[in-house]
């Protein structure tokens, strides 16, 4: 697709990989829907960011997911792209899963970008084609303890994808993955944890230092190239090609 003068949606466009997406599509000519449940985050974002509009949103909130795309399609009058990007990490032992966490981890990070879709969907097939990439992780190529349910739902979010990038080509709409590894962002003080004596008898060695990842902005130059391109599977290293063989 081309990026200039598009419309599109960045969920988790507060902070980190949607931030930087977000500053990325607009350097590139792109206006941005920033949605996001802070807004005086999103505010001071969209200050830097020629026409873009915000809209506060909370993802696990479906009424409110439909409210948002309608309202960028009023704003703009057309939806060219959608980037699922928001999502939370929930480490807890397979012994130790709260059903009620799960069940709301599987809302955020599964059901939410399923009905941002099916609202975009339409949309774009109305245009005659657009763009959704959606964010999974590499952890879903991986069986890491104490993060099956965290994996599991971007498990479900792969199969989701691809099989909807089969239901939509005939559309010429393009849907994409993009597989980040370990990023610098508040992705680790923001997850879930069970705290429990299970998840630390797994625990060999020190905790994750996030901050030795790649940058939000690496990860964002390969959602720009997925939106650009259209493939079916970005991976931050080529070297995660091979995790899930």
Sequence with gaps: MQIQNSIVIVTGASSGIGLS????????????????????????????????????????????????????????????????????GYEATIEEIEPETFEMLFRLNVLAPVIAMQQVIPIMRKQ????????????????????????????????????????LAADNIKVSLVYPALTATNFGANKISSN????????????TDYSSGDTPEYIAEIILKALLEGEAEYFAHERMKQLGK
Aim: aromatic content about 4%.
């Design 128 to 167: 005659g084609g657009g763009a959704i990439v959606n964010i999974s992780s590499g952890t879903s190529l991986m069986k890491i303890p104490a993060y099956g349910a965290y994996s599991s739902s971007k498990r479900a979010l792969n199969g989701l994808s691809l099989t909807a990038r089969e239901e």
């Design 21 to 88: 997406t977000a500053r990325r599509l607009a350097q590139q000519g792109a206006k941005v829907v920033l949605a996001a449940r802070s807004v005086e985050k999103l505010q001071e974002v969209s200050r830097e960011l020629p026409d873009s509009l915000v809209v506060p949103t909370d993802m696990t909130d479906f009424q409110a997911i439909k409210d948002m795309v309608r309202k960028a399609e009023l704003h703009y009058g057309r939806v060219d792209a959608l980037v699922n990007n928001a999502g939370r």
């Design 196 to 207: 429990s004596n299970a998840r630390q008898r797994l625990q060999n060695g020190p905790a």
